[in-house]
Nanobody
Framework: QGQLVESGGGLVQPGGALELSCTAS????????MAWYRQAPGQQRELVAS???????YYVDSVKGRFFIARDNTRNTMYLRMTSLEPEDTALYYC????????WGQGTQVTVSS
């Protein structure tokens, strides 16, 4: 079974940008649609974006045009470039497969505040 490690979060002002990384160990990464999720305090975890093996992206409406997902199968790594960040984007961000999730990692905290 694989492991997932998220990194790249931090504190940023509204309108700023961050890039998150997700590094996977194990053999599952290159053969699966991968996704970024987030969980804000007091709310359920939600899917933010996903990317197929062929690199077709999907975004929820709230992040379309602001977030950009990418993957590098040679490095077992997925990225989420976040721009024009809003306070509503504040959450703990996780990566995982889009279906049949593996055990969740620790996540990386993104805080958007002035």
């Amino acid at each position: 079974q694989g492991q997932l490690v998220e990194s790249g979060g931090g504190l940023v002002q509204p309108g700023g940008a961050l890039e998150l990384s997700c590094t996977a160990s194990g053999t599952f990464f290159s053969g699966n649609t991968m996704a970024w999720y987030r969980q804000a305090p007091g709310q359920q975890r939600e899917l933010v974006a996903s990317i197929t093996v062929a690199r077709y992206p999907y975004y929820v409406d709230s992040v379309k045009g602001r977030f950009f997902i990418a993957r590098d199968n040679t490095r077992n790594t997925m990225y989420l470039r976040m721009t024009s960040l809003e306070p509503e984007d504040t959450a703990l961000y996780y990566c995982n497969t889009a279906t049949n999730p593996l055990p969740w990692g620790q996540g990386t905290q993104v805080t958007v505040s002035s």
